[in-house]
């Protein structure tokens, strides 16, 4: 496992911060990841909203398992962004696995978003999270 | 304590939710609390930064109090965003403890600010939170 | 807002703290808090796995507050769980939002016990997390 | 990555829930996953306390590594805690990262345990915890 792939930026923190030649202030650097932190932001809400909306739908049963994907999905996002935001070391080990729940919960919200447009909403969120966590990796390797 | 108050929109959850006249959608309503999930954002991701910037400063020692009130603040921003993206009837009575945690990070963070520009950035953060979450509970009233 | 209520044993931090003229060691003082989490961990628990049995219930409408509640009183209980093990001075001022949280768990749960055993079990944990909550709160008074 | 390791045990959800021939209730399979939650909540509860008392030394600036690890460390033992209790399908993908941080931790504590007892104590929890999460992936192999 790679100590410091590139895919999130760390701003400040990580073995060999201090040996850089150039750099860039934690200030500057901090502001590259703002498009993931803001796309897991939007996701995490997305899929809280979706989770309670669906609860609120007349056959719950068929929304059971979007709702346990809501659950995870906003979770490892919330998980993600507080890594990513603290510039931590292990944040690029768990884009992978954020990227993973986000498709599955995409994928399953995609099957309701044609009637009901929580999931639809969701959905979006969810596969531009997606992209935006791949984008991550893509960086770093 | 109220079971509504109405400092946080419940956009689909909470009792009485079927019974409204003109009840907008889920999906309307659902945006009247993005500004304040936006500043409980922002003050996440800022008190995150912040404490891992303090941390690579020379003199650590000055910057506890910092960082300890960087990891109660994000934390507290973090569930309170959690609860109100899902409209929980129990958001409401999480804001003044939040702008509680978020105005004695600012005043923390403040001390150090025409230093630091991590700190300056928080502090500026944490207010607008204080105030988003102040807001909210004014509506409350 | 009282900066020191004793409900919460304050391990290590808080203002005052080098100032107590018997000051416990840390590691003393540690393990004061360990009922008080364990209560909110085994609450966790019981909330998280009740929330996925309901999901799997035939009548999972029936069902829809209990899972709402399960994921409030999950998330409520980590915060607190999180801020008494790191002993923030913030730790006591959660407790009473805590059992709020935890009774209304415990009320919905209750309903279903007598079918469910993942429900009867969830109104138990949230039953004595509610009470070792207010348990510290009464110490702090 | 297979969808069901059997690393953690799924309790209650995850495809293929309903077609088993022998299924354990969810009661009975709940407890089988006891050990891990107890090694992760007692990792969590460590790596919070021994942060906070790393803030009160009087060389913090050489605890500064620690402190970042103990917020990493606490954090994804949190998210794994959850998944675990919940019976996520995706609670297997996290044992392996969940394994590296608490590794790191255990690490970097272990250098200052002789002198200070809240880091020979994190340094032992990051470790039990470590061994759990590695357990559990044996099984999934």
């Not at 930026?9 to 703002?34: E, F, I, L, W």
């Not at 490892?76 to 986000?102: D, M, V, W, Y």
């Not at 999270?129 to 960086?139: D, T, Y």
Request: glycine fraction near 4%.
């Amino acid at each position: 496992m790679p100590a410091h792939p590139a895919g999130v930026q760390n701003c400040v923190a990580g073995p060999g911060y201090k040996h850089r030649t150039h750099n860039p202030s934690p200030t500057t650097m901090h502001h590259q990841n703002q498009p993931l932190l803001d796309a897991l932001n939007a996701c995490i809400a997305a899929c809280e909203h979706c989770a309670t909306a669906c609860l609120l739908e007349p056959d719950v049963k068929m929304m059971a398992r979007c709702i346990s994907l809501d659950r995870d999905c906003a979770d490892i996002c919330a998980l993600t962004a507080r890594f990513t935001a603290r510039g931590s070391e292990h944040a690029p080990h768990l884009l992978k696995e954020c990227a993973e729940i986000c498709k599955a919960c995409a994928d399953e919200c995609e099957k309701h978003g044609a009637h009901m447009q929580h999931c639809k909403e969701c959905a979006e969120a969810c596969r531009r999270c997606e992209q935006a966590c791949r984008a991550g990796l893509s960086k770093a390797a």
